[in-house]
């Protein structure tokens, strides 16, 4: 086990609705980031939040959206629904040093599946 | 077209054999590389992470190689058990402070058989 923990583990929503997805970082992490994986894919990097703050952003359109809070926990936001979004939602916590070799900790994923 | 190219797609073998995943990247300039082991429904876990200056990495039966000249890092699994039976990941990350500059390729998806 990693220590990071997402919820729900798994969700159905129709098209057009809006999902929150979330996620609590592994004890001592200030950075967490996001990405959806969709089947037989690699993940595809959404965004990454460093102490309350987006620290860089992948190819989504604006309806994804995040939070990130004071305890470092992390919220994804996805509005206006597309069949397309049905995937497994990942995020992964890290602690940001001077150097580059820090390892991401991955929760087990939100499926989420939209009709 | 992806930056990080893995091969095979999948693979099946038996049961104490030994295997290799290919990993091939165009992604510049590099950093390091890192191999995931992605069990079915969950989350990728980290199995070795290496920098330019590193060729090999081991951690038990997996084995890590890179050659940083060719872009080419290869993962090697001696004496396969069925537990092994997942997708490997290997991620690319381009120079930077944070992970946000993170290339994943698709996968290798491996079945091992009794």
């Known amino acids: 086990e990693t220590g990071v923990t997402q919820s729900p583990t798994h969700l159905i929503k129709t098209r057009g609705q809006q999902v929150t997805l979330r996620c609590s970082s592994q004890s001592g992490h200030n950075t967490v980031s996001w990405y959806q994986q969709a089947l037989g894919q690699g993940p595809q990097f959404i965004f990454q939040y460093y102490r309350e703050e987006e620290n860089g952003r992948g190819n989504f359109p604006p309806r994804f959206s995040g939070l990130q809070f004071p305890n470092y926990s992390s919220e994804l936001n996805v509005n206006a629904l597309e069949l397309d979004d049905s995937a497994l939602y990942l995020c992964?916590?890290?602690?940001?040093?001077?150097?580059?070799?820090?390892?991401?900790?991955f929760g087990p994923g939100t499926r989420l599946l939209v009709l | 077209k992806n930056q990080v190219e893995q091969s095979p797609q999948s693979l099946i073998i038996l049961e104490g054999k030994n295997c290799t995943l290919q990993c091939n990247y165009t992604v510049s300039p590099f950093s390091n590389l890192r191999w995931y082991k992605q069990d079915t429904g969950r989350g990728p876990v980290s199995l070795t992470i290496m920098t330019f200056s590193e060729n090999t990495k081991s951690n038990g039966r997996y084995t890590a190689t890179l050659d940083a000249d060719t872009k080419q890092s290869s993962l090697h699994i001696t004496a396969s058990q069925l537990s092994d039976s997942a997708s490997y990941i290997c991620v690319v990350s381009a120079w930077g402070d944070n992970n946000n500059d993170m290339r994943f390729g698709a996968g290798t998806r491996l079945t091992v058989k009794p």
């Open positions: 992964a916590s890290s602690s940001r040093t001077r150097g580059d070799q820090e390892t991401q900790y």
